[in-house]
């Protein structure tokens, strides 16, 4: 695996902890984060459905990846349930999720793996979790958050478009905005922070065009790179 530098310059962490806490703050009082949930509840402190779930999720829509998830933990929600399972009641069941075969087989492997290597249980730690095949920094930290619980930062193109357009950070990419994050957000409100900003950039600051007008952060929010707000 590539060795990621985490040496990042101090400079790209522009935020400062009071302005990213009333962030937070207010964004958890517009969504309720915890009861408009971004994973289904049935995931939620089980790791291996969290997991899989993630993996399912990967460019592919919420609304598919949903009724796939549902359809394959009906036929399995253990790594022995889902060795028991053929490739293909695997693939039938989570079509048409992209790269569904793909998947399929990278779940197969998966499974093997947990069984073999961890007495079937999803590691707790982001090195471990990273050692199984196809699994980022960002599903792997969406394990530890929503699967067990423990601090950790998911950055998907929301938080790493959110975050540097409000100025919080400086980064050029998705881990780098990871390692960012962890040095300015404190470790309190990391468990919640992809949930705000992914609610947030769904609704309000969206890829292009964002709603500025609306935003309850604006105060906060530097608005770089945006050209065109409504």
């Known amino acids: 695996m590539r060795e990621i530098n985490t040496d990042i310059d101090m400079d790209t962490d522009t935020g400062t902890d009071t302005d ?4 937070i703050q207010i964004l958890k009082e517009r969504y309720q ?5 971004l994973m289904a509840p049935a995931t939620r402190g089980d790791p291996f459905l969290t997991l899989i779930s993630c993996l399912l999720s990967l460019r592919t829509h919420d ?22 399972l053929r490739i293909s009641d695997i693939e039938s069941a989570i079509y048409p999720v992209g790269f569904y075969h ?32 196809g699994v980022g920094r960002k599903t792997a930290n969406i394990v530890l958050t929503i699967g ?29 905005t990871e390692f960012a994050l962890r040095r300015v957000v ?36 530097k608005r770089i790179g945006v050209t065109r707000s409504r």
């Open 33 to 37: 984060a915890g009861s408009s949930l």
């Open 186 to 221: 404190p470790e309190r409100n990391w468990l919640i922070l992809n949930e705000l900003f992914v609610l947030h950039g769904r609704s309000v600051c969206t890829p292009l065009s964002p709603r500025c007008s609306i935003c309850p952060v604006s105060q906060y929010c």
């Open 102 to 133: 793909r998947k399929a087989k990278q779940i197969v492997e998966i499974c093997s793996t947990l069984v073999e290597r961890y007495n079937s249980k999803v590691p707790d730690e982001l090195d471990e979790l990273l050692k199984l095949r």
């Open 148 to 176: 067990y619980n423990k601090p950790g930062i998911a950055v998907d193109t929301h938080v790493h478009r959110i975050s540097n357009r409000m100025g919080i950070v400086a980064t050029r990419n998705p881990n780098e």
């Open 20 to 23: 990213v806490e009333k962030v």
């Open 63 to 84: 609304e598919v990846t949903s009724k796939a998830a549902e359809r394959l933990f009906s036929l399995a929600k253990t790594p022995e349930e889902m060795l028991k």
